[in-house]
């Protein structure tokens, strides 16, 4: 995960979790609370609104952490 403007990822069991998208300097950017399924999850992203810089994606759950490096050029 993820792809240009979506966010896709298997968990083995349902849960509630929480994005976060954190700038270089750590700063919550924007966070939301989601809730994951058993199986495959599709999430919309659009950082369009974002300035241009590196940005880390969090998908963090009781049975899930995930993190993935963004970089937005415009």
Do not use: C
Request: aromatic content about 8%.
């Amino acid at each position: 995960f993820p792809s240009h403007d979506m966010v896709e990822l298997d968990v083995l069991s349902g849960q509630e979790g929480v994005f976060e998208l954190r700038d270089m300097l750590g700063q919550l950017v924007w966070g939301k609370t989601i809730k994951l399924v058993s199986g495959k999850n599709s999430f919309p992203l659009s950082l369009q609104q974002e300035a241009n810089g590196i940005y880390t994606l969090a998908v963090m759950g009781e049975k899930l952490n995930q993190w993935v490096k963004l970089v937005v050029e415009k």
